[in-house]
């Protein structure tokens, strides 16, 4: 563990992120490769050879934050699941990434150093975001591309989301945390669920270090119009970060191949709250 991390809050951080991925499949290989970007940690499973898929996370979330979908796909993919270089996590960066083309070249230089040419990308919020930037960038390296409650992309984001994020990642305190993401999902607290407290110790030590990183942005017509890759975007009826009804329209009407679904009674949080049915329409676009 290195120096800076090693203290009693990145300790707590680091147990309930094993203790998330003990939910993960049986066969999954948690490995780190590096890059001229710092040392990238991912966690693989599924079918060794099989078509890649690769799994981006949202900001605070980490790549653990899929183990209720790695299962699903696992069945019949290869399933690579990153820690964003610029989040907290169990990544350690060794540059800034300024902008947007940086992350895209940390996630390609990911895939190169597992030999992945191409693959199919699905992205959570932030992550969503990011696989449409590469798919944008870099579109001969994605096959598919699967948004999951996407940032930004298609429409802005809400003042009220960073009114709510703004002390969650500032003050180092987990409740906090924990509290911003109950209010990006829709029900009663899920006290049982185990991201819930990887998720409050995440935010009780990020204090302001993802105020530097590439904001997601709002891609243009032109942009949008040029997308390659067949696009499914799935979110919220009761997304809070952005308008919904105003997402998908704009998506819709510039994209030349998607697929927009909105599910019925779930927040941004969607995969956590519907896994089952984000599961199905993963892996019926994947075919």
Request: hydrophobic share 40%.
């Amino acid at each position: 563990m290195p120096a800076a991390r090693n203290t009693s809050a990145w300790q707590r951080f680091y147990e309930a992120y094993d203790s998330v991925l003990d939910h993960w499949p049986s066969d999954v290989v948690s490995r780190t490769v590096t890059t001229p970007s710092g040392t990238t940690q991912l966690h693989q499973c599924g079918i060794e050879g099989g078509e890649p898929v690769v799994l981006l996370h949202g900001m605070g979330a980490t790549s653990v934050s899929w183990h209720a979908i790695a299962g699903a796909l696992a069945s019949n993919y290869q399933v690579i699941a990153l820690d964003n270089i610029v989040d907290v996590n169990r990544s350690i960066p060794t540059r800034r990434h300024r902008k947007p083309e940086d992350l895209v070249e940390w996630l390609c230089d990911v895939m190169d150093a597992l030999e992945v040419d191409r693959a199919h990308l699905v992205g959570c919020s932030y992550g969503g975001w990011l696989s449409m930037e590469t798919a944008l960038r870099r579109p001969k390296r994605v096959v598919r591309v699967g948004l999951v409650a996407p940032a930004a992309t298609f429409a802005p984001i809400k003042a009220a989301f960073y009114l709510r994020v703004f002390p969650s990642v500032m003050l180092p305190i987990p409740w906090l945390g924990r509290s911003f993401m109950e209010w990006m999902r829709v029900g009663p607290p899920d006290p049982a669920n185990p991201m819930l407290e990887l998720l409050g110790r995440n935010f009780a030590i990020t204090r302001g270090r993802n105020l530097s990183v590439p904001p997601p942005r709002v891609f243009t017509d032109e942009e949008l119009a040029s997308i390659e890759a067949p696009v499914l975007h799935l979110q919220g009826e009761h997304e809070v970060i952005l308008d919904p009804e105003k997402a998908a329209e704009r998506a819709r009407r510039l994209v030349p191949r998607l697929e927009s679904v909105t599910l019925p009674g779930t927040g941004h949080l969607i995969q956590a709250e519907k896994p089952e049915e984000v599961s199905r329409r993963l892996l019926d676009f994947l075919k």
